[in-house]
């Protein structure tokens, strides 16, 4: 077929984060669809390129009428080594209300029960981390239980070789 082609799309992992939010401030329905803000109050990611601490930072999410949930995150990022990094993503989170639901205790939901995707980009001015702010990143998102017992998130972040 004219305008394809065949091939395959090579990932290498960059870290895995696992991040708890404060409970969304709802501001309602507004004209682009019912917005929510939550803050990250704490968080950790560890993996072959970078491991560190979540420092802060804010997901304004917007829920479509459709259901669909656009995430749009931005973290401050502190490694082991000490570098700074600013991270940011969007994507899209689909699920039914019933699966929805079950998102607070997510021993209890399978991966294919819902799709959480993101678009990942880096932003540092540490020599060492450099690569990244020319990197194509990609996430999976998943509810996870947080060493305290609270219900929080991981993002699984792979780069496009």
Same mark, same amino acid.
Do not use: W
């Given at each position: 077929?004219?305008?394809? &082609?065949?091939?395959?799309?090579?990932?290498? *992992?960059?870290? $895995?984060? !696992?991040?708890?939010?404060?409970?969304?401030?709802?501001? #309602?329905?507004?004209?682009? #669809?019912?917005? #929510?803000?939550?803050?990250?109050?704490?968080?950790?990611?560890?993996? *072959?390129?970078? $491991?560190?601490?979540?420092?802060? +930072?804010?997901?304004?999410?917007?829920? !479509? &009428?459709?259901?669909?949930?656009? *995430?749009?995150?931005?973290?401050?990022?502190?490694?082991?080594? +000490?570098?700074?990094?600013?991270?940011?993503?969007?994507?899209?989170?689909?699920? $039914?209300?019933?699966?929805?639901?079950?998102?607070?205790? *997510?021993?209890? !939901? $399978?991966?294919?029960?819902?799709?959480?995707?993101?678009?990942?980009?880096?932003?540092?001015?540490?020599?060492?981390?450099?690569?990244?702010?020319?990197?194509?990143?990609?996430?999976?998102?998943?509810?996870?239980?947080?060493?305290? +017992?609270?219900?929080?998130?991981?993002?699984?972040?792979?780069? !496009?070789?």
């Amino acid at each position: 077929m004219a305008g394809t &082609s065949n091939f395959t799309v090579d990932v290498e *992992p960059v870290a $895995s984060f !696992l991040m708890e939010p404060t409970p969304l401030l709802q501001f #309602g329905k507004t004209p682009r #669809g019912k917005r #929510g803000i939550g803050f990250v109050k704490a968080g950790t990611f560890e993996g *072959p390129m970078m $491991s560190g601490e979540v420092l802060g +930072g804010a997901d304004h999410l917007l829920v !479509l &009428s459709d259901g669909a949930a656009i *995430p749009d995150v931005r973290l401050a990022l502190k490694t082991r080594d +000490g570098a700074l990094i600013q991270m940011e993503y969007k994507g899209v989170l689909r699920a $039914s209300r019933d699966v929805m639901a079950k998102f607070a205790t *997510p021993e209890k !939901l $399978s991966p294919d029960e819902f799709y959480f995707r993101v678009h990942v980009t880096f932003e540092t001015a540490d020599e060492r981390y450099a690569a990244l702010n020319q990197a194509v990143c990609i996430g999976y998102g998943f509810p996870a239980r947080m060493p305290n +017992g609270n219900t929080g998130v991981r993002y699984d972040v792979y780069k !496009l070789k």
